[in-house]
């Protein structure tokens, strides 16, 4: 059985996996340097290009052209944008950014202080943004060059979040406008050519010349080409319409390798049971620790990654990337597979009987829908899939309709946003925390880099130890890249144009 969901799931959900991109033969012929022209597929369009009302997806486009305050390099590494530099105070409530002099947004005004403010203002009171803000109480402009973000609390996220979407700065002349839905303002490597462009369809960016690191940035153009089917897009990339497309492993053989490399990206997304109702609202069974482990037991994570995985699959039970330094090899004996023990568990809890249980049937779970249903049912549970349009689960899950599901979630290997992700919105809708659990983020988000590793380790074994989730496999995906393109595999994907540039061969 194929792996179709994870490149599925990213495409459409938060953030975060690597899907499409590609460089058509039909754009600029090669030069001796390279092709020119770098095209790319997202699978939807963005519904607004507005500072802090980004609505998901893959990040290439947004921030593009509007640099964020801070880059992320493929190696994970943080490094310069809008701000030349940064630094926190001994507690890191006090965040100080020194901006790069010199710059403006394309519309001539200067990307100064003020202009900065005003853009992480707007993410912090955007419907997109302002719960990654949650920590921000004020912002400040002491000069033209410095902007200082103070902080309720220390936040051990922040960084990492303000190298994406969210910490994205755009023109302040155009903030807050009708136009600034469909006609960006950046200062990034790439603007918007209006023109070129056919909203829905296809976004045609053309190079800053102004733009202070343009050698990171090799490409005159890039062209965005909105393709849902990712079978459409496999057959492009043979055809040579386009350069990079993501596979299955085993349409690895499609790809001759005088034309094509195949290669595997970084863990991109880990999904299982998402067991959300802790307090036993819609569930009352899930209030018991019990169940909720035997929940884990029951499910065969070996299995589920060979079976559904097609070599793009491995078992976990965290909610931290591999990548990451909270991971941890060992702990995935915590939850064997043992259906003798989680059926004991489930008696003891005083459901020998077992419980019904609704969830919703997206297109992420159809595929592992069958698997889950087994797997649970040796154990009482009656899953019934109620079919939800991708579009209304969301809202249904914010509502109170579900008290667990299958989904994927974006493999982050920053530990402090990987585990913080998993407190708010549709992960953790019914708002769940505990006093030993604030006791453990108080600890992290404040601790040191030597102290950081553990203290955000502790929170990944209180989720498991507490059984709050009941995650069975990360997902890392291959992708195919024409052999006039490099690609390196970031350790964020999706999140900009970095990883391609012109064989150093040609």
């Known amino acids: 059985m194929k792996f179709h969901t994870p490149a599925r799931l990213t495409a459409i959900a938060v953030a975060a996996a690597l899907l499409l991109a590609g460089c058509s033969a039909g754009g600029s012929p090669p030069s001796e340097q390279g092709p020119t022209t770098l095209r790319l597929a997202i699978q939807a369009p963005p519904a607004s290009f507005e500072i802090g009302n980004w609505s998901g997806g893959e990040s290439y486009l947004p921030v593009a052209i509007f640099e964020p305050i801070i880059n992320q390099d493929v190696d994970g590494s943080f490094i310069p944008g809008v701000a030349e530099s940064w630094e926190y105070n001994e507690d890191r409530t006090v965040l100080t950014f020194t ?24 993410h912090r009171t955007g419907p997109s943004d302002s719960a990654l803000y949650s920590a921000v109480s004020s912002i400040e402009v002491p000069d033209d060059t410095t902007v200082v973000v103070n902080l309720s609390r220390p936040d051990g996220a922040f960084l990492s979040i303000l190298t994406s979407t969210a ?19 950046g200062s990034g490597p790439y603007m918007l050519d209006e023109a070129a462009t056919t909203v829905g369809s296809t976004y045609v960016l053309e190079r800053n010349s102004g733009y202070w690191d343009a050698d990171a940035f ?13 079978t459409a897009v496999q057959n492009a990339v043979l055809a040579g319409q386009l350069d990079f497309g993501s596979i299955q492993p085993d ?21 299982g049971l998402w067991l959300v109702d802790r307090e036993g609202t819609v569930i009352p069974a899930l209030k018991d620790e019990r169940v909720r482990k035997a929940i884990n037991l029951a499910l065969d994570r070996e299995g589920m990654a060979k079976g559904l995985g097609a070599g793009a699959s491995y078992p976990t039970n965290q909610v931290v990337s591999p990548l990451g330094e909270a991971y941890s090899q060992d702990l995935l004996s915590e939850t064997p597979f043992d259906v003798e023990e989680a059926q004991q568990l489930m008696a003891d809890a005083g459901y020998a009987e077992g419980f019904d249980v609704t969830m919703p049937s997206t297109v992420i779970s159809t595929q592992f829908e069958s698997t889950v249903s087994q797997q649970l049912s040796e154990i009482g549970i009656r899953v019934a899939w109620e079919t939800v349009p991708f579009q209304d689960f969301y809202s249904k899950v914010f509502a109170g309709n579900y008290g667990m599901f299958f989904m994927f979630n974006g493999a982050n290997f920053n530990d402090a946003q990987a585990i913080t992700s998993v407190l708010s919105g549709v992960f953790n809708p019914f708002q769940s925390t505990s006093p030993e659990l604030e006791e453990l983020l108080t600890t992290a988000h404040a601790a040191s880099e030597d102290d950081a590793a553990e203290a955000w380790r502790a929170i990944s074994e209180y989720y498991l130890d507490q059984s709050w989730f009941a995650i069975t496999n990360y997902s890392t995906g291959s992708y195919v890249v024409a052999n006039n393109i490099d690609y390196t595999p970031p350790m964020t994907s999706s999140l900009s144009l970095r990883p391609w540039t012109p064989a150093s061969s040609n």
């Open 99 to 122: 901006i790069r002099s010199g710059q403006t947004f394309t519309d001539g005004t200067p990307v100064d202080a003020a202009a900065v403010a005003a853009s992480l203002e707007a």
């Open 167 to 185: 910490g994205s700065i755009g023109s302040a002349e155009s903030l807050g406008t009708e136009e600034a839905k469909l006609s960006p303002v």
């Open 218 to 230: 090799p490409f005159d153009t890039v062209e965005l080409q909105v393709i849902a089917d990712r």
């Open 251 to 271: 349409d690895a053989s499609l790809f001759v390798a005088d034309k094509f490399t195949v290669g595997e990206n970084k863990p991109s997304a880990y999904g």
